[in-house]
């Protein structure tokens, strides 16, 4: 897997095309807006999507796991679709945040749709954190620019090429700031050329969209 | 004794004869017939040109019937039902049948119910039914759905299907063969009258009239109208120049102006709405008399195009532009040409486009086809000929989709609870899905109910639930809601508003709407682009929330839109007949001069492939090796068979770098001689195994077709109770879907939908494999020194060339590579 780095407030972070950022210095895995259990949260409105979503985002969180070794987890918030969500969890699920939670220390960012994460899930909740030179919230703040690292906006954007247009997921920075790209199998997404997304960034921002193998610089 | 023979007037009760003669008419032998086969109680399907009295001769034995009783004897119950295909057409039908009845003071009431119907008409309607109603085959389903369906239809005579053709091999004909199967399951006794356009196979629409038994097969009696005058068609060629490739018929132009002077109105036939707006745009451009020419395609917005149809209606216009969306509908009487731009992709709908001139049988409708390109000369000439021997390519009658079968068991379970016994044999009586397995159905049922996951998650969330009795009831009154507001089998693509912006204003700051155009299209404009809607030059500037903005410019040469939509491929045997009119030399006679030159030079230099032969050729060009073959079989057959055969390339070795299709042929160009590759094996139908599925995974029209699929079938809710999803959102979760629904239960049922849906749907996979086992043996191979005549259309549209699933990334890489060369530029 080609690896691409970029440097927020002077931190070097490796951005992955499964769209989770790596602190190495840290050993830090960084993910946001898992939305775990969205799949069964519209089957309560008997709209039956497929029940395998926490699955799979599961199985990509478990294979970064094993690459990457990191001795914490950081989950941005929105990490449950709803706050029954961990609820809807069967046993296997379950035992498999469990053993996740064995590998590394967890820390679970409070989001807007999971205010609140169930006592039972290993490592701990907080509403922001700090290490070093990196801020670590859901939602980006209006103010503090200078190294957060946020979620909540699941930007997304378009190249066209050859006539060609391609939608991705992405990343997005100024060197200031980076909001990642939604993890969630079900996520939908924001364009970056939104103002909502593009109004959080200076002159220097760029999109990384994720491909199959690494992701790619595109202009925001 | 032989109704037949008698004097054709005293068929009919005595206020008919009076008013035929009254006005001067004799009733038509099929109008009379379908009189005799409804007095038997008998289904009829009634064959007829346009222009046959057509419309009447299917309501006549409906107002003899209640015209017989009085009105005081009857129950209010609806007598006849009426479906056609559009809304338009069922309100145009309901004003001219009020002319006799009202003429004839019978005691009839006729309304109709489309999605304009108040809330208010709709409730009198369910409790005091009509003796006539005229309908569309969504309003039915919605009818059938409902509580009280038993009681309004219990009392109903007869079933009228219009425009038949048109809608038995659709997804819509699915939605309406479930809605006659319950129909027969409420009013046992009722007969139905089918009126068609002229049809290849008439017997697959006889079966679709009537209910098929446990065993064998039934048909409706087969009234055929005696046919109109002999068409006249001519076909545009000028004997100096004929275009290589393309398919605007720019050259002709001046033809299509002096054909549209010398009529009193044209129908002026495209295939696509790019080349509509192409070709109004060029007629304008040499329209120096200012003659009315109009506009009309299903982008436009909703109030231009009646504004158009008024005009027409009025006799106020010497032409419109149109597409398909004029192929059927209301009458014109002032149409006295059509003209058809392009190749008309099959003799049916050839057929159907002249008819759309002269409503009167005894006089020639007359049509001017005008070829845009050499291929469209032969089709051209192959389509002429195959109408003028009254010969029509038909399609293979389609299974029922397991996505509308979904909408119709909620349906049913909305208006009450099922018997899963019953109720499968019940939708065994129809015609596309008489082979319904009983498994599938199990499966269907199971979807609707909880999703029909294997990991059984949401069966404390279903939608059905079973009674102690063991029937299948809705669980909550709210599931009934839903499928009202996303019933239909009519799926768009996601549209986007085109809203035209003054300029220099910030991109999004408001502006009219001119129409709707396809998302996908939009997003691969980037802003400065221009592009011609709407009949006018439009510069794109971005597109924000659900709408494109746009200003106007006077750019001459705008990028054309290249959306797809109304596009058709060419039909089976439209194409068989081209191949047949290339191998045999004696009919180039009648082709313009340049195109038998054209095809002499590639008999001396090549060959000229016998009808059952696939011809392959491989040639150096440039720096690049080409393989170029022909099998005729329309442009989606002909991609997917470049996608498989470049795997296969690769896998070879032979270092495939690309691939254009056109309706025609398809060509590869790599690194490497291609010639000297097996080509029995390259061209093997166990291409179809793997490759495909692989292929499949990535295909974006096939991620469409899983989206049209889930939608139908209730996965995805286009809208919900609270508000409309839009479809830019319904789009992008739909492949995340079928992103996880393939990886982790690739057997599911909706996947199986999707895979029948593409095989003969967007991706022509049911068309390849018929063309690999037609070619099985009969590849003939030329190694030539250099390009051949035949392979130069191909060849011109290598630009426009089509990028693999795998390549995708290669376009990330590409826009990459070009920001960091813009980054690192000096000055």
Redesign the interface.
Same mark, same amino acid.
């Given at each position: 897997m080609d690896e691409t780095g970029i440097a927020v407030n002077g931190e070097t972070l490796v951005l992955t095309p499964a769209g989770a950022a790596w602190w190495p210095a840290q050993r830090t895995l960084v993910l946001a807006d898992i939305h775990f259990e969205k799949g069964?949260a519209y089957?309560?409105? %008997?709209?039956?999507?497929?029940?395998?979503?926490t %699955?799979?985002a599961l199985k990509r969180i478990r294979t970064l796991m094993a690459h990457h070794a990191p001795a914490r987890v950081i989950a941005l918030g929105d990490s449950f679709h709803d706050p029954y969500g961990p609820s809807?969890l069967?046993d296997f699920e379950k035992d498999c945040l469990a053993e996740m939670g064995r590998q590394a220390e967890w820390i679970w960012i409070k989001g807007n749709h999971d205010p609140a994460p169930p006592s039972w899930l290993s490592g701990r909740a907080a509403s922001e954190i700090s290490i070093g030179a990196l801020t670590f919230r859901h939602e980006p703040s209006s103010a503090s620019a200078r190294g957060e690292i946020a979620g909540h906006l699941h930007p997304?954007a =378009?190249? =066209?090429? %050859?006539?060609?247009?391609?939608? %991705?997921r992405c990343f997005v920075t100024d060197g200031r700031r980076l909001v990642l790209p939604a993890f969630g +199998?079900? +996520?939908?997404?924001l364009?970056v050329?939104?103002a909502a997304i593009r109004s959080l960034f200076g002159e220097r921002v760029r999109a990384y969209?994720l491909?199959?193998?690494r992701v790619?610089?595109? +202009?925001a | 004794m032989n109704l037949a023979v008698q004097p054709a007037l005293t068929l009919l009760p005595a206020p008919f004869a009076a008013w035929f003669s009254a006005r001067g008419w004799q009733p038509r032998p099929h109008q009379l017939q379908l009189v005799e086969h409804a007095a038997r109680g008998e289904s009829v399907l009634l064959v007829a040109p346009t222009g046959g009295g057509k419309t009447l001769a299917g309501f006549l034995p409906s107002l003899i019937e209640l015209a017989s009783v009085p009105k005081r004897a009857r129950a209010q119950r609806l007598h006849t039902l009426y479906i056609s295909p559009l809304k338009a057409l069922a309100v145009d039908v309901a004003r001219n049948l009020e002319i006799p009845v009202s003429e004839m003071e019978l005691p009839v009431r006729i309304e109709t119910r489309t999605g304009d119907t108040s809330p208010s008409k709709r409730l009198r309607q369910r409790h005091a039914p009509p003796d006539i109603l005229l309908t569309t085959p969504e309003q039915l389903s919605l009818l059938l759905s409902s509580p009280f369906a038993p009681r309004m239809f219990a009392g109903l005579r007869a079933v009228v299907l219009d425009e038949l053709h048109a809608l038995a091999n659709s997804k819509r004909g699915d939605l309406l063969a479930l809605g006659l199967s319950r129909l027969q399951a409420l009013a046992p006794g009722h007969r139905r009258i089918g009126l068609s356009a002229t049809v290849a196979d008439p017997a697959h629409l006889q079966r679709y009239l009537v209910p098929q038994p446990q065993e064998g097969e039934a048909m409706a009696r087969l009234v055929k109208a005696i046919g109109g005058a002999t068409p006249e068609i001519a076909i545009s060629a000028s004997q100096e120049y004929v275009p290589w490739a393309g398919h605007l018929a720019r050259h002709a132009m001046g033809d299509v102006m002096n054909a549209i002077r010398a009529s009193k109105t044209a129908l002026v036939f495209v295939n696509t709405r790019s080349q509509a707006e192409r070709t109004f745009q060029e007629l304008w451009r040499i329209n120096e008399d200012r003659l009315a020419i109009a506009l009309h395609h299903g982008s436009l917005a909703p109030e231009q195009r009646r504004k158009v149809e008024a005009a027409m209606a009025r006799g106020a216009l010497r032409a419109v532009v149109c597409t398909s969306t004029l192929d059927l509908g209301i009458d014109w009487g002032a149409v006295d040409r059509v003209i058809c731009l392009g190749a008309p992709k099959g003799a049916a709908r050839l057929v159907q486009r002249i008819g759309r001139a002269n409503h009167r049988l005894d006089e020639p409708s007359r049509a001017l086809l005008v070829p845009a390109n050499r291929f469209e000369v032969l089709e051209c000439e192959a389509a002429r000929d195959a109408v003028l021997a009254g010969e029509l390519d038909g399609d293979e009658p389609k299974r029922g989709g397991l996505d509308v079968l979904a909408q119709h068991v909620l349906c049913v379970a909305c208006a009450a609870p099922f018997d899963a016994d019953a109720l499968f044999a019940e939708i065994r009586s129809a015609a596309p899905y008489r082979h319904l397995a009983r498994e599938d159905f199990d499966r269907v049922v199971d979807f609707v109910a909880t999703g029909g996951y294997a990991l059984r998650r949401y069966d404390r969330y279903a939608r059905l639930r079973k009674t102690p009795e063991g029937l299948w009831r809705i669980a909550h009154p709210r599931v009934a809601q839903q499928y009202r507001l996303n019933a239909g089998v009519i799926i768009e693509d996601p549209m986007l508003d085109v809203r035209l912006q003054a300029k220099g204003r910030p991109v999004g700051a408001g502006g009219r709407v001119l129409g709707r155009m396809e998302e996908y299209f939009l997003e691969g404009l980037s802003p400065g682009d221009t592009f011609v809607f709407s009949g006018e030059v439009l510069r794109f500037e971005g597109i924000r929330e659900d709408a494109a903005y746009v200003t106007r410019t006077h750019d001459p040469e705008a990028q054309i839109p290249s959306y797809q939509g109304g596009k058709f491929p060419l039909s089976t045997f439209l194409a068989r007949r081209v191949r047949e009119m290339l191998a045999d030399p004696a009919q180039w006679a009648i082709l313009p001069d340049p195109v038998g030159e054209w095809l002499r030079v590639q008999k001396y230099v090549s060959l000229v492939p016998k009808p059952d032969q696939l011809l392959v050729e491989t040639f150096p060009r440039g720096s690049k090796e080409y393989l170029v073959c022909y099998p005729f079989e329309g442009r989606l057959a002909h991609q997917t068979l470049g996608m498989l055969l470049t795997r296969r390339l690769e896998r070879l070795r032979l270092r495939p770098l690309g691939f254009v299709a056109n309706e025609y042929a398809l060509a590869i160009w790599g690194l490497r001689d291609m010639g000297a590759a097996d080509m029995d094996r390259l061209f093997d139908e166990d291409m179809l195994g793997d490759d495909l599925e692989a292929w499949l995974a990535e295909s974006a029209l096939y991620k469409r077709t899983f989206r049209n699929c889930a939608i139908i079938a209730g996965l995805i809710e286009r809208r919900h109770l609270s508000g409309e999803k839009t479809g830019r959102q319904v789009t992008f979760s739909s492949d995340l879907i079928y992103d996880v629904l393939r990886e982790h239960e690739p057997d599911h049922i909706l996947l199986r939908a999707t895979y029948e849906d593409a095989a003969t749907g967007l991706l022509d996979i049911g068309r390849l494999t018929g063309m690999l086992k037609r070619i099985k043996g009969r590849i003939v191979v030329k190694r030539l020194e250099r390009v051949s005549p035949l392979a130069v259309p191909a060849l011109l549209e290598i630009s426009k060339e089509m990028v693999a699933g795998e390549a995708r990334d290669d376009l990330l890489r590409e826009n990459e590579d070009a920001l960091v060369r813009e980054a690192m530029r000096l000055g």
């Open positions: 069964s089957a309560r409105g %008997r709209q039956f999507l497929p029940p395998y979503d %699955r799979s809807r069967d997304c =378009t190249i =066209t090429r %050859r006539g060609h247009s391609i939608r %991705r +199998a079900y +996520a939908g997404g364009d050329r939104e969209l491909g199959a193998r790619y610089a595109a +202009a | -």
